[in-house]
């Protein structure tokens, strides 16, 4: 098994409708996942691309994360792969990408708005 520069993970997660946390299935993920496939491919971009489960960020999702970048994206779609791939070929963390810079998700935004909080 050979070693890529660089892992794409996809949420694929999905929750029934009307779960309150919603689920980035629901949001397009899985077509998102093929699309990013076959898009990485075709550049021949060193980087695995699969799907995954839950991150956490379901709030934003369809969620994406790079590794080793520990870069996660919220709200992709299919508009931002072009982007995806271009920054995937640079060596340049992913999240320095000027067409990515309103999808990257910040460690706070890892708390889920839907906890209930104990006081
Ligand atoms: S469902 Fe995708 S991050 Fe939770």
Partial sequence: MSKRARYVWVCTKRRPDGNPKGS?????????????????????VDAR??????FD???VGPAVGVMPDMTFFGGMSSEDIPALVEALKRPENVASCPALAGKVVR?????DPHKRREE
């Fill in 24 to 44: 980035c299935a629901v949001g397009g993920a899985e077509a998102l996942v093929k699309e990013l496939k076959i898009a990485a491919g075709k550049a021949g």
């Fill in 57 to 59: 960020l379901c709030w």
């Fill in 49 to 54: 691309v699969t799907s995954s489960g839950c």
């Fill in 107 to 111: 460690l706070e935004q890892f708390e």
